[in-house]
């Protein structure tokens, strides 16, 4: 995190920001000296330095990942892609519905939605999310949808119209908590306001914002409103993840085993009104989980021959 420092020299003041960060390996710094009067809008200059830090660490190495996903998907005949896709649609459906208090085992999972072998005294409703939640990521990675708020109404119909009805497509109209937080979504009245104005957001900063930077601030932002009476970590996770894959990068499925530092990041900058403590634990966990791109990148017979 930037913070703006101020040394004396005799009557003088001297002011700096100043950035801290790990970065493979080894604590770093990165100093700016600003001069000997306070600054104008330090907060913005102290968001600016984070930003620069970020490109040069963490976007430049999500570039290098998306490319070496890109070049892996390349070589691939399509029925490999689709069983590639269809693995992670197995394992995102397991883990996103685990997350949400789904009782089925991730054997259980793989057998419903490979072979249609239902498991027997597992609630239906646990069935049906999990066969409903996968047909919806097939439709949508055969054909790609925008995320804007028709979708995510027809997306929250598509996972929940069977086991829940009263709020399947519905924007909530009631007030909601979530559970062991502290932080209070907005009243029903001010829900599609600001749900309307996070839409508009997201496609004001398609360009502006680096693809992991929004897909991950979107998803905090769509979890901050609570903008469905149940089911907002399912949908959630599901747009978050058409951000990236319409950016070309790989999608994040962020497992039932990891939830208590996807808990406690949410929560963190829920409370402080800070994205910057869960942009940190996404960024960490999507290049953690998907580094191996990046190193497909580096043994590519392109980048080999370039040497």
Do not use: C
Not at 94 to 110: H, K, P, Q, V, W
Request: aromatic share 10%; charged share 30%; no cysteine.
């Amino acid at each position: 995190m930037a913070t703006l420092r101020v040394t004396s020299r005799g009557k003088k003041r001297y002011y700096y920001l100043v950035q801290t960060y790990r970065w493979e390996g080894a604590v770093r710094r990165k100093e700016v000296y600003l001069g000997t009067e306070p600054p104008d809008h330090p907060d913005l200059r102290l968001r600016a330095l984070e930003r620069e830090v970020w490109e040069a660490t963490w976007f430049r190495s999500f570039r290098s990942l998306r490319e070496g996903y890109q070049a892996h998907l390349q070589t691939l005949p399509p029925e490999a892609v689709e069983k590639e896709r269809e693995q992670f649609i197995i394992e995102f459906t397991y883990d996103t519905n685990r997350i949400e208090g789904s009782t089925l085992t991730f054997r259980e999972t793989a057998d419903l939605l490979e072979h249609g072998i239902s498991p027997g005294a597992k609630p239906m409703r646990d069935i049906r999310e999990a066969e409903l939640h996968a047909a919806l990521m097939r439709r949508l990675l055969a054909r790609p949808e925008r995320v804007d708020l028709p979708n995510l109404l027809r997306w929250h119909k598509a996972i929940f119209a069977a086991t829940k009805p009263q709020y399947a497509g519905r924007v909530r109209d009631f007030e909601v908590r979530i559970g062991r937080s502290k932080h209070i979504p907005p009243p029903p009245l001010e829900v599609r306001p600001i749900l309307v104005e996070l839409l508009r957001w997201t496609q004001r900063h398609a360009k502006k914002l680096q693809p992991v930077e929004r897909a991950a601030e979107f998803h905090l932002r769509f979890e901050n409103i609570h903008p469905f009476g149940d089911g907002n970590g399912r949908v959630g996770r599901v747009a978050m993840n058409m951000l990236l894959h319409e950016q070309g990068y790989p999608m994040l499925n962020i497992r039932y085993g990891k939830r208590s530092g996807y808990y406690h990041a949410l929560e963190r900058s829920s409370v402080r009104s800070d994205p910057g403590p869960f942009l940190l634990w996404f960024f960490r966990r999507y290049q953690r989980d998907e580094s191996r791109w990046i190193q497909s990148v580096a043994q590519s017979p392109a980048r080999a021959s370039s040497k």
